[in-house]
Structures are given as C-alpha cells and as structure tokens.
T-cell receptor, first 113, second 110 residues
C-alpha cells in the first residue's frame, strides 16, 4: 500500500460524455501526476500539479484537464470522451516536484463505449 | 513518445531461475528507475540507479546501468511465483515526470 488512493476503481462511460477521476495523495506529498496506460503499453504522462498549479503537461489535448486542491488531493477531468480514452488512469504523488520516487495509486479503469 | 524500451516483451521462467530484463533509452538521464505492476494495477517502485552509478542491489534485485550504451538491466535472482508481473523502466522527463517503456511481462511458473 502506497497511501495513494484513487476512485472509482472501474468506470464505464459513453462516447461524448465527461468523466472525473479522483486521487488522494500520500500524506505530505505536494506533487501529483496523472498517467494514462493503454492495454499492453507503458504509462503515458498526462500532466503534473505542484502546489495547486499545473507545471508540466504531456502530449494530451485540452479536453484532459485537472485540479489540485489545498489538501493536495487531485482530479482528472476528461471531456467529450472518445473510444481511445479507454485505459487505466494512474495517479502518482511525490514528496516534492522533481522527487525521484513516485508513489502510485491502484488506478481507475475507464471503459468508453 | 516513449523513452525506454524493455526487452524481451515477455519472459517465462520456472520458479528458482533468474530473470533478466533489459531497458534501452534514447537521451541522457539523471537517473533510471524500475517499477513493477501486478495485473494492470498500480506501479510499485523497485529501485533507482543514478547516472553516476553502475550497479545497485536491493534484496534479490540487481540493476546495472551503462550510460555509454544507454541501457540498463534488471536481474531478479531465485524468482518466485509472486514475482509474476510486468516490469517497467522509467527515466526522468524534463517536466518532473517519468517516461516509461512498454514493459516486460514476466511469468514465473511454480
């Protein structure tokens, strides 16, 4: 157990809908990153939040957005869902920005039909 | 895009045997990490090796790093059925993120 919790664990949505995924960081960690992992692939970096500000973003369109709250919990929002958005979404928290070790949650499995 | 590429993509061995996985990357790094993932769940950090280190041990794990060849290897000695998982190498990205390879799927048969 890493202390990083994600909800929900599984989710089924219809194409075009919007979804919000949630992550509770490990205590004391002020940096959270989100990754998308398609089946059979490695995780791909979506974005990172440090002290409630987005400070890094991967190659994902603007319909992927996020928030980090004062207690350092975080949300990932995806608008206008597409079939290719079906994946495991992983949240990882780190003690500080640039910390070498990331602690991952168990992920949310999103299926878009 | 993915920085690291693990090799082989899949590996099947008997319990008690050693398992070796390799990772190659493209650009210079500060450090390289290995993670394990059980059945599509969260990733667990195994070991980190810095660019000025050549070898590191942690329990049954041994990691080597060759920066001249831009490659790393993970050796699991005396493997157990519980080691069955996917293993990923990850390098440090420019935005404080991790860049993962596609992973090696290890199956340890009892």
């Amino acid at each position: 157990e890493t202390g990083v919790t994600q909800s929900p664990t599984h989710l089924i949505k219809t194409r075009g809908q919007q979804v919000t995924l949630r992550c509770s960081s490990q205590s004391g960690h002020n940096t959270v990153s989100w990754y998308q992992q398609a089946l059979g692939q490695g995780p791909q970096f979506i974005f990172q939040y440090y002290r409630e500000e987005e400070n890094g973003r991967g190659n994902f369109p603007p319909r992927f957005s996020g928030l980090q709250f004062p207690n350092y919990s975080s949300e990932l929002n995806v608008n206008a869902l597409e079939l290719d958005d079906s994946a495991l979404y992983l949240c990882a928290s780190s003690l500080e920005w640039g910390s070498t070790e990331a602690f991952f949650g168990q992920g949310t499995r999103l299926t878009v039909v | 895009s993915q920085q690291g590429e693990e090799d082989p993509q899949a590996l099947s061995i008997q319990e008690g045997e050693n398992a070796t996985m390799n990772c190659s990357y493209k650009t210079s790094i500060n450090n390289l990490q290995w993670y394990r993932q059980n059945s599509g769940r969260g990733l667990v950090h195994l070991i980190l090796i810095r660019s000025n280190e050549r070898e590191k041990h942690s329990g049954r794990l041994r990691v080597t790093l060759d920066t001249s060849k831009k490659s790393s290897s993970l050796l699991i000695t005396a493997s157990r059925a519980a080691d069955t998982a996917s293993y990923f190498c990850a390098t440090d990205g420019s935005q404080g993120n991790l860049i993962f390879g596609k992973g090696t799927k290890l199956s340890v048969k009892p």
